[in-house]
């Protein structure tokens, strides 16, 4: 990702540090399971995540939560959420806070 581009950005990574994986007590931004996210100048937000498994329990809610979430941020006028399995995610892709709250050195 690149670098923040405003306020906007972090206000919804802070959003998106509020969702949580129900099975891994981490949240999914520091899981790494937020890919990118691009901001237009109208306030169109386009996320593209991935889940821990195409399997994954919350499969279905997670990604609606996401939305939800993000919509709710001051500034945002519309969100694309966008979930894709490739690249997989693998425990590399979490932050080091992420992997110390998990033991996963």
Known sequence: MSE???ELEQQIIEALKT????EIPVD???LGLIYEIDI???GKV???MTLTSPMCPVAE???M???QKVWEVDGVSEVALNVVYDPP???EMMSEEARFALDMF
């Not at 969702?19 to 129900?22: A, K, L, R, T």
């Open 4 to 6: 923040p581009k405003s």
């Open 19 to 22: 969702v949580y994986d129900p």
């Open 28 to 30: 999914i931004y520091e």
């Open 40 to 42: 237009q100048e109208d």
């Open 46 to 48: 386009n996320i593209t």
């Open 61 to 63: 809610s997670l990604p």
């Open 65 to 67: 939560e996401v939305q």
């Open 89 to 91: 995610w693998n425990k």
